[in-house]
């Protein structure tokens, strides 16, 4: 049918369309990057059921604290939620954690705990449970930090 003899019915039809074509265009990169994060934290969930509780012995199994598990990235907010860190002894949080990684790089921290991979949607550095002490060997500062 020419241009000319559109109807308006025709013309409506045509703008609805292009509006549908339109929205569906550009929420396209939405939905992908969308559907990329879900998956991301889906295989997260999978990942961690079972260890999100800390655990002291699991989180010192030698076997679960390193790939592909990671137990202490999926424990560490709990730990850090549920269990006071501040204030305690130096040789309570060795005795809670196990021995502290040697220093990698974080030379204002006292004591470091290597989690796991960074929880990201790209994941390229490491977390670390960094831990300071006061001058009476108390814990002044707990945080995680990436490296």
Same mark, same amino acid.
Request: aromatic share 10%; proline share 8%.
């Given at each position: 049918?020419?241009?000319?003899?559109?109807?308006?019915?025709?013309?409506?039809?045509?703008?609805?369309?292009?509006?549908?074509?339109?929205?569906?265009?550009?929420?396209?990169?939405?939905?992908?990057?969308?559907?990329?994060?879900?998956?991301?934290?889906?295989?997260?969930?999978?990942?961690?059921?079972?260890?999100?509780?800390?655990?002291?012995?699991?989180?010192?199994?030698?076997?679960?604290?390193?790939?592909?598990?990671?137990?202490?990235?999926?424990? %560490?907010?709990?730990?850090?939620?549920?269990?006071?860190?501040?204030?305690?002894?130096?040789?309570?949080?060795?005795?809670?954690?196990?021995?502290?990684?040697?220093?990698?790089?974080?030379?204002?921290?006292?004591?470091?705990?290597?989690?796991?991979?960074?929880?990201?949607?790209?994941?390229?550095?490491?977390?670390?449970? %960094?831990?300071?002490?006061?001058?009476?060997?108390?814990?002044?500062?707990?945080?995680?930090?990436?490296?």
């Amino acid at each position: 049918m020419p241009p000319a003899a559109r109807t308006p019915k025709s013309k409506r039809r045509l703008l609805i369309a292009l509006a549908i074509g339109g929205l569906l265009v550009t929420s396209f990169p939405f939905l992908v990057v969308g559907g990329l994060l879900a998956q991301t934290n889906w295989k997260q969930w999978q990942h961690c059921r079972g260890y999100t509780q800390f655990n002291p012995t699991l989180w010192n199994d030698p076997k679960l604290s390193t790939e592909p598990t990671y137990v202490r990235l999926c424990m %560490v907010d709990d730990l850090l939620a549920k269990y006071l860190l501040l204030g305690r002894p130096q040789a309570g949080v060795v005795e809670l954690l196990g021995p502290p990684h040697p220093q990698n790089g974080f030379a204002d921290y006292d004591m470091v705990y290597v989690l796991g991979p960074e929880r990201s949607f790209i994941s390229i550095d490491y977390e670390w449970l %960094v831990i300071k002490l006061d001058g009476a060997g108390h814990v002044s500062d707990a945080a995680i930090a990436t490296d």
